[in-house]
RNA sequence: GGCCCUGUCGUCUAGAGGCCUAGGACACGGCCCUUUCAAGGCCGCGACACGGGUUCGAAUCCCGUCAGGGUCACCA
């Protein structure tokens, strides 16, 4: 697919001559690429009608969904929410749950992001029942004849503004105070056709009929709407040729035979320019369901991928003024550009991209743990559950009423109904989440938590602990018993799996437990390597018994035994229970670190 | 700023005019358990935004004020 998309620049002989053609070669090498890469996706526009079909129109309607994600990196999770939301309510009616890709932005669209976003969907267990994806970039024969139709009858034309001078309008309006309302200028039929010789660049707007807006929400009330005096003529198409999301998402929506539109509140006021186009094209309006919006903590605001990046600027200026260091310090430590950390820095609406943020993080102390989980994926390798997200996830703006909270997606889907969604925006409380978290794995099977496990394993390519076998790994997850997220089972026990000598020992522990007092912990280790040493049968329990019967006779605390053993395997102070530690560690292992911790005094 | 939505413990919420001395969960504080980190057990702190109505009676209905959020793109 690669040849594919070279190969259709390359045969360009003028690059930049023409954005419509540049545009339309983009489009269809976008759609090459994403054809070929899920080919067993197959073309789907042929089967639009047998989806709708397929909606038994006779007795009750069949309730359908649908999620409909725009492709521009991973899922995060307000999105994740509107995508179980749509799904509960089409499981517990036995409706159907359609996906659709919204890729009608191609400078934001990749191919790479749908994947991700599939896997995302996957692994949160919200699968969905057409089994041809559809995307919005590979229907434009069907937009453009209904829109070509629309400009026919009258109800969309073509406007030719600019960009910049619509900015200056909206500059000026904002200048005077007063909202900015797009007014449809008054074209000669000579200018028209002179435009349309010249070729020049335009938009397709909707020509909205002016008139108040009405509609019923099923979450918000009956009633809501827009004054005629808000309404203005809006965009349908773009001048790169490419359907806007009003547009793409009235019509595919009716083609799919969508029922209900669960979505966020942001899109409340869009609603009427949705339901202006469905009366245009003679489409039966959905049932419409605008749920609370999920707030970050820290801001109070819309949740949004940024809130990562606010943390990485937050923690560079406090490390700029804490290591009294310079700009410039920091641009040569991490190999960025001055005035790029600059602009960074001084302009909160700016972001660094995925590859300068860890070359930041890292200088400055920052883990990737430390930024707050914000996409589907962070949790993943985090170490969360897919079915505690999702549970926690279905409470924020929902709740079945009375005192219950934890629910498995078995019993989500029962009890989901449209009525238990809440008006008010909702705060993400990550804390609660963990709590939810730690819930699920203490309560889940050991095969449950063996596959959650390796699937985080999976999503961590670089732990130590990658490639142990089953055995081991259920071994750690009974060793570490009450852990919260999965990530604490790898942190705590990774030194398990490290070579001897890729112990590198904390100066903090090193200093408390085993230098203390003339070196008390370097004499316990000592005493320890000639008390185990002899040991044969190397069990825990073995261990465990051998170990206090020398903390009775020597009237010790078997923590003045546990802590510098600790110190000796792991280089730190914490770990799974220290005697099967050491069991999992194995006896020549064990001695070994204590003789190389040893000699490090 | 215009328009729109929303206000119950710090947070998520239960609550459909008397079942409310406002319930639960998370967080927080204290105690217990404990070989570290966790987990666990018990106890505690803690809210109807404010002001007016309506009513015998208001967290619940109405109005106003205030506060928070959303939205004002050739992004979705």
């Known amino acids: 697919m690669r040849a594919a998309a070279t190969a259709g620049k390359s045969t360009d002989p003028m690059p930049g001559a023409s954005q419509d053609r540049n545009a339309s070669i983009k489009i269809q090498t976008m759609c090459l690429n994403f054809a070929v890469m899920t080919s067993r996706f197959v073309a789907f526009t042929a089967l639009l009608p047998i989806i709708a079909v397929m909606t038994p129109t006779s007795q009750k309607q069949t309730i359908i969904t649908r ?77 453009n004849r209904l829109i070509n139709d629309l400009i026919a009858r009258g109800l969309a034309y073509k406007a030719y503004e600019t960009t910049e001078e619509l900015a200056a309008f909206r500059a000026q309006a904002e200048k005077s105070k007063r909202n900015y309302v797009y007014k449809r200028p008054v074209l000669t039929d000579e200018q028209c056709r002179q435009f349309e010789a010249e070729g020049r660049p335009h938009v397709v707007r909707f020509a909205m009929p002016v008139q108040d807006y009405q509609f019923d929400d099923a979450v918000l009330g009956a009633s809501q709407g827009v004054a005629a005096n808000q309404v203005q003529d809006f965009v349908i198409r773009k001048s790169d040729g490419m359907p806007t999301y009003h547009f793409a998402v009235v019509v595919d929506d009716a083609d799919m035979g969508i029922t209900h539109v669960l979505r966020g509140q942001e899109h409340l006021l869009n609603t009427v320019n949705h339901i202006a186009l469905q009366q245009a094209l003679g489409y039966q309006r959905p049932i419409y369901a605008h749920l609370p919006v999920i707030l970050a903590p820290e801001t109070g605001e819309k949740l949004s991928k940024r809130d990562r990046d606010r943390k990485i600027r937050q923690r560079t200026h406090e490390w700029i003024k804490s290591s009294k260091k310079t700009l410039p310090d920091l641009a040569a430590a991490c190999g960025l550009a001055v005035d790029r950390l600059e602009t960074w820095l001084k302009n909160d ?236 560690l194995g006896k020549p292992s064990t001695l070994a670190r204590i003789e190389r911790c040893l000699a490090t005094q």
């Open 349 to 584: 609406k700016t972001q660094l991209d995925l590859s300068e943020q860890p070359k930041v993080m890292k200088i400055i102390g920052l883990k990737e743990f430390d930024l707050p989980e914000i996409m589907v994926h962070d949790f993943r390798k985090s170490g969360y559950l897919p079915e505690s997200l999702n549970n926690f996830l279905a409470l924020l703006g929902w709740n079945p009423g009375g005192d219950r909270e934890h629910m498995t997606m078995a019993e989500l889907v029962e009890v989901f109904t449209l009525d238990g969604i809440g008006k008010a925006n909702a705060k993400f409380n990550r804390e609660k989440l963990l709590s939810f978290n730690t819930d699920a794995c203490a309560t889940a099977s050991p095969e449950r938590l063996l596959k959650a496990f390796k699937d985080f394993l999976a999503a961590n390519p670089d732990s130590p602990i990658n490639g142990a076998d089953d055995a081991a790994l259920a071994k750690l997850l009974s060793m570490k018993a009450g852990f919260r997220v999965l990530r604490e089972v790898e942190e705590k026990s990774r030194f398990l799996f490290l070579r001897d000598d890729q112990i590198t020992y904390d100066p903090v522990s090193v200093e408390k437990i085993l230098k203390k007092n003339n070196g008390e912990g370097f004499a316990t280790l000592k005493n320890l390597l000639e008390l185990l040493n002899p040991i044969t049968d190397w069990t825990a329990e073995k261990l465990e018994a051998t170990v206090n019967e020398f903390v009775t006779a020597k009237q010790l605390k078997l923590n003045n035994i546990a802590q510098p053993l600790r110190v000796a395997l792991s280089g730190g102070t914490i770990s799974p229970p220290i005697f099967q530690s050491l069991e999992f």
């Open 67 to 143: 999620f409909a994600p725009s492709p521009t990196g991973y899922l995060h999770v307000g999105g994740a929410r509107t995508a179980l939301f749509n799904w509960l309510l089409a499981r517990h009616t036995g409706g159907r749950f359609l996906l659709r890709i919204e890729d009608t932005d191609l400078a934001r669209s990749t191919e790479q992001a749908v994947h991700q976003l599939l896997e995302d969907l996957k692994w949160l267990g919200l699968n969905w029942d057409n089994p041809e994806l559809i995307f919005q970039s590979k229907r434009l024969d069907i937009y």
